[in-house]
């Protein structure tokens, strides 16, 4: 008991040097159009995943144990990397498949299986490194999670099936409760980073391939079961809607459930892990009995489960989701809106449109086929009537216009210039939705002002007096 708890004091310790190394090199996350979080949080906390590792192969060195090291070593190394200065997903699938190659490697896979099994492998685990990566996307997912699959794993290895050292598992498990304490909160101290959801994919997806090899059956790949059905369903929608998969998007089912419904993320998290956590209670349980009918049934009751999904994404109001559109076109326009501690001012000629959202808009949602109501709530968005989709970038009117450091002051009369006026400065990543903001706004927006700058209505909106009800009426 006394190594856990020096194990989890020094994980502790190691994760506070790390905030403070992180803070003095800029390692931020800082919210933009595709973040589920508002405010800048440290990049990287997974890190003591690879620490914990160090441990452990510290302490039980084996030729084994040697290989395993090498392989997590190599793809923390290249997250890592990712989340200071982002690599190329080519670079990164090579050090993925050499990171798997030495988890072969130390099982003795080359020479007693057929080529066409390593294959599979590579292409399976592959799989899982990307998944529990696609699924670290909101504060308590990662840890909560890894905790649910290795108890699961740490039960078959105590009661059914002894297949490795217990600690291989206990010490992950330490680190997933150090790492939760700091990410499970309603604003997160920090976030894995890619190196920290990709090394404990990688320790988890060691662990399974074990216990696959020990048992020589498959089956408990349903300890990665939500994790299975999230990921695939999200990359055949992705397909059907024919977008890049390789792109950051917003469309797993609990984005839509924290971005648009505004669910806490904790709640989201443990709702994942529970459902986790039956799933791998029930194979346990039943599979003796059952056999794979038990893995078919739960495969289907969380495919159900997950198109719940498209449900939603129709039930959801059109104003408000749009109003949260316009809110994350604004952060993603200037990410660095709330902390001085991590960005350096900038003026508003240098604050470029962002990419990630300057085409953004409902379809990028749920993309319905357009009716009479909806036209029509398009048409009043837009001054020339036309409706916005996807290909809006090609054509003149959408692409961003030039914001000036500051509008000259008119010398018309008031009536005149109630007239005439024009905003001064237009926002690209909201120019699709002719919503306008000052110059002043655009270099330094606050987060208290998104309020008034996602609602043209209110009376504090800058375009307010210019938005009569005849100048309304005068829209198609």
């Not at 604004?330 to 991590?342: E, F, I, L, T």
């Not at 029509?376 to 020339?384: E, G, N, V």
């Not at 903001?437 to 700058?453: G, M, Q, R, W, Y």
Request: aromatic share 12%; with cysteine; proline share 6%.
């Amino acid at each position: 008991m006394m190594e856990y708890i020096s194990i989890l004091v020094v994980l502790f310790a190691a994760e506070l040097i790390y905030f403070h190394i992180a803070q003095k090199w800029k390692i931020i996350d800082i919210p933009n159009g595709r973040s589920s979080h508002s405010e800048p949080t440290l990049r990287g906390g997974g890190i003591i995943y690879w620490v914990t590792a160090l441990i452990y192969f510290v302490l039980n060195p084996s030729a084994q144990a040697t290989w395993i090291f090498l392989g997590l070593t190599a793809i923390a190394a290249i997250s890592f990397l990712d989340d200071v200065a982002e690599v190329r997903q080519k670079i990164r699938l090579i050090f993925q498949l050499l990171s798997i190659t030495c988890a072969f490697i130390a099982i003795n896979a080359f020479g007693n299986y057929s080529w066409w099994v390593i294959l599979l492998g590579y292409f399976f685990f592959v799989g899982i490194l990307n998944a529990y990566n696609f699924m670290d996307g909101i504060n308590g997912m990662t840890g909560l999670c890894s905790l649910v699959i290795l108890g699961s794993l740490q039960y078959v290895n105590l009661n059914i099936t002894p297949f490795v050292d217990a600690d291989l598992i206990w010490y992950p498990m330490i680190a997933s409760v150090v790492f939760l304490f700091f990410n499970f909160r309603k604003q997160a101290k920090c976030f894995a980073g890619d190196v920290g959801s990709i090394s404990i994919g990688f320790w988890v997806m060691v662990l399974l391939l074990r216990l696959t090899i020990q048992t020589q059956n498959l089956i408990w790949i349903g300890f990665l079961l939500v994790y299975g059905v999230e990921t695939c369903g999200t990359i055949f929608h992705r397909i059907l809607r024919r977008e890049n998969i390789t792109l950051p998007h917003r469309l797993h089912f609990f984005q839509i459930l924290v971005n648009e419904y505004r669910l806490p993320h904790r709640l989201v998290s443990s709702v994942y892990a529970a459902l986790q956590l039956i799933c791998s209670a029930l194979i346990i349980w039943l599979y003796p009995t059952m056999g794979w009918w038990i893995f078919g049934i739960l495969a289907v009751v969380l495919s159900a489960v997950y198109t719940l999904k498209f449900k939603l994404m129709i039930m959801a109001d059109s104003p408000q989701l749009k109003a949260n559109m316009r809110k994350q076109a604004a952060m993603s326009y200037q990410p660095a809106y709330a902390d001085s501690r991590y960005t350096q001012p900038t003026t508003a000629d240098s604050v470029p449109a962002s990419p990630e959202t300057a085409e953004i808009d409902a379809a990028t949602y749920i993309a319905p086929i357009a009716g009479p109501n909806e036209a029509a709530h398009d048409a009043s968005l837009s001054p020339s009537g036309a409706t916005h989709d996807a290909t809006h970038s090609n054509s003149p009117a959408s692409k961003p216009e030039s914001t000036s450091a500051k509008p000259q002051p008119s010398t018309a009369t008031p009536s005149a210039a109630a007239a005439t006026s024009k905003p001064a400065a237009k926002n690209p990543a909201l120019s699709h939705l002719d919503e306008t903001e000052p110059a002043e706004s655009v270099a330094h927006p606050h987060k208290d002002d998104i309020f008034l700058l996602t609602n043209p209505n209110h009376p504090g909106h800058p375009g307010f007096p210019d938005r009569s009800d005849s100048s309304r009426s005068a829209n198609p």
